[in-house]
C-alpha cells in the first residue's frame, strides 16, 4: 500500500486484526479498474464459522448468521467493529438473515425450519415473533420486500412461502419448484418475486396472487453426476441492480459430482425480455461454485467463490467481459459478501486455511472447528 494512516479498529478482544497488501492487478486491467481497487483492511477472527453476512440498512451494524446456532452482531463505526451479544434461540445452522427497511427489526432463518426476527440494536434483544416450523426443514434463504410488508422464504422441502410481517399469516405458498429451492429476491419495485432451484430453474411469481408469471432458464447451473448419483449445482444466489433491469443468477458450471467439481458462473438476464445477455465465469474448473453476488452502483458485479478446501476468490467484473479486472485470491472458501450502504465498505466471510478434516491434527483428541475469518475492504466512492 501506499504511504497512508492505518485507521484503529475496536474488535472483541478475542479478535486479532492483520493488515494486508491488496493482491496486483494484471498490467492490462490495472489502468481502468484503479478507480474502483478495493483496499484491504483488517481481519476479524471468530471462533465459529459463518454462513451469512449483512450489513443493516443504516450501516452501523453488521449481522452473520452462524454454525453454532447463534446470530453474531457487531456495531460499526469509524473506529472499528465492537461486537454485540450474540443472538440466541436458534435450533439449527443460521445461514440466512435480512434485515427489514424500518432500520429496527432482523430477520433469521436456520436449518430447522425456524424463522425468528429480532429488534436488533438492542445489546439484550429477545426474538420479536417466532416461526417455529415455517417450513419442513432447512430455510435455505429469505428476502424482504421493499415495502417491508412481505416476507419471502424458501427451502429444502421444495417450498416457496410468502407471508405477512405484520402478524406472520402465510399468505401464498408456492409449490411448482420440484426440488430444494435455494434462493428468493424481491423485484425493487415490489411486485414480483424471484426463486430459483437446484435444477436451475429460475420462477418469476406475482406477489399479489402469488401466480408464476414466467422462468428463466439457468440449466448450466445444475449437472447430473451419474457416477455419483448425485445432483450437484443450482441457483444458489439471485440479485437484481439497483434499477431493477438486469437478474444475476450466481451459482456452478459443475463438471463432475463427489468433490463437486465446476467453474463458478453468474447468468445475467435482461429483466424486461427475459433473455439471457452475459454469462460471467471466474476461475477455472476447481474452483467451485459464485455464492455470493452484489451489485456495484456504477455496474459491475461484486463476488466471492469457494471450491477444493483453500481456494477462494473475490472478485469484480463488468457484464460482458471475460476477465475479471480485480481479483484476490488471498482469502479460502469464501461464503457471503456483505456491502455497506454507502458503497465504500465490503466484508467477506471467509473460512480459515487448513479447514480441509482429511488428516487434520487432533487438539485434544477432537478436531478443531473450522472458523470464518471477517475480512474488510474499503472502496473508493463512486
Known amino acids: 500500500m501506499k504511504d497512508e494512516k492505518m485507521q484503529s479498529f475496536i474488535l472483541h478482544p478475542s479478535s486479532l486484526i492483520l493488515f494486508f497488501k491488496v493482491g496486483t492487478m494484471t498490467a492490462q486491467a490495472q489502468a481502468p479498474a484503479n478507480r474502483f481497487e478495493p483496499r484491504q483492511g483488517p481481519t476479524v ?106 416476507l419471502a422464504t424458501c427451502g429444502r422441502d421444495q417450498k416457496v412461502r410468502l407471508w405477512s410481517i405484520e402478524d406472520g399469516r402465510k399468505l401464498h405458498e408456492l409449490t411448482e419448484h420440484n426440488d430444494d429451492v435455494f434462493s428468493v429476491a424481491f423485484h425493487p419495485d415490489g411486485r414480483s418475486l424471484v426463486s430459483g432451484d437446484l435444477h436451475g430453474n429460475v420462477k418469476q411469481w406475482d406477489v399479489a396472487n402469488g401466480r408464476k408469471m414466467r422462468e428463466f432458464a439457468c440449466r448450466p447451473l445444475f449437472f447430473n453426476a451419474a457416477n455419483f448419483e448425485q445432483n450437484v449445482g443450482g441457483v444458489r444466489r439471485l440479485v437484481f441492480d439497483a434499477q431493477g433491469r438486469t437478474l444475476a443468477c450466481a451459482g456452478s458450471r459443475a463438471r463432475t459430482g463427489g468433490n463437486v467439481q465446476g467453474h463458478p458462473t453468474a447468468l445475467l438476464f435482461d429483466w ?111
Open 45 to 150: 477472527n471468530l471462533d465459529c464459522q459463518l454462513g451469512t453476512v449483512r450489513y443493516s440498512p443504516c450501516g452501523r451494524f453488521l449481522a452473520a448468521g452462524a454454525y453454532d446456532a447463534t446470530v453474531r452482531r457487531w456495531e460499526v463505526t469509524d473506529a472499528g467493529f465492537t461486537a454485540m451479544p450474540s443472538l440466541t434461540g436458534h435450533r439449527g445452522w443460521v445461514q440466512a438473515l435480512a434485515f427489514h427497511p424500518d432500520r429496527r427489526r432482523l430477520f433469521t432463518a436456520d436449518s430447522w425450519g425456524e424463522v425468528r426476527s429480532w429488534t436488533y440494536a438492542e445489546r439484550q434483544a429477545p426474538p420479536v415473533r417466532t416461526m417455529a416450523a415455517a417450513h419442513d426443514g432447512w430455510i435455505r434463504d429469505l428476502a424482504i420486500s421493499p415495502d417491508g410488508r412481505l
Open 272 to 382: 424486461a425480455s427475459g433473455q439471457l445477455r452475459h454469462t460471467l465465469v471466474v476461475g477455472d474448473g476447481a474452483d467451485g461454485y459464485m455464492y455470493d453476488v452484489a451489485f456495484h452502483a456504477t455496474g459491475f458485479l461484486m463476488g466471492v467463490t469457494s471450491g477444493n478446501p483453500g481456494t477462494g476468490k473475490f472478485f469484480f467484473i463488468r457484464p460482458g467481459e471475460q476477465t475479471p479486472f480485480f481479483l484476490s485470491t488471498r482469502m479460502t472458501n469464501c461464503q457471503s459478501l456483505a456491502v455497506h450502504p454507502n458503497g465504500t465498505r465490503l466484508v467477506v466471510a471467509a473460512t480459515n486455511a487448513g479447514s480441509n478434516g482429511n488428516g487434520r491434527p487432533l487438539r485434544n483428541g477432537v478436531y478443531a472447528a473450522n472458523m470464518s475469518p471477517l475480512h474488510v475492504w474499503d472502496l473508493p466512492a463512486s
